[in-house]
Nanobody, 117 residues
């Protein structure tokens, strides 16, 4: 059974930082590209980043480029998202996921990120 467990969310002021983690199990993590997606209040899912299986390449949505950095540790079956210079519009539930840029096959329960003064 595929399991994805996100952690690290919280309340942070604009300009602050958070680091999200996603621990995976039940599938060969090191063979899969991994995604971070988010859902803001009242909006649909938005793809945030895609990291290839070995962590050498990551693509980002334009709105987070230069502020967010995704990485992975395949020895620990863990995906990370370092979020810096957070903005109020980054407020959302963040999920890690498997699938593709147009389809989510599996995702975790999510972790809430709230950016507010």
């Amino acid at each position: 059974e595929v399991q994805l467990v996100e952690s690290g969310g919280g309340l942070v002021q604009p300009g602050g930082s958070l680091r999200l983690s996603c621990t995976a199990s039940g599938f060969p993590f090191s063979s899969f590209s991994m995604y971070w997606v988010r859902q803001a209040p009242g909006k649909g899912l938005e793809w945030v980043s895609r990291t290839n299986s070995i962590g050498s390449t990551t693509y980002y949505v334009d709105s987070v480029k230069g502020r967010f950095t995704a990485s992975r540790d395949n020895a620990k079956n863990t995906l990370y998202l370092q979020m810096n210079s957070l903005k109020t519009e980054d407020t959302a539930v963040y999920y890690c996921a498997t699938g593709s840029s147009s389809r989510i096959d599996n995702r975790g329960q999510g972790t809430q990120v709230t950016v507010s003064s």
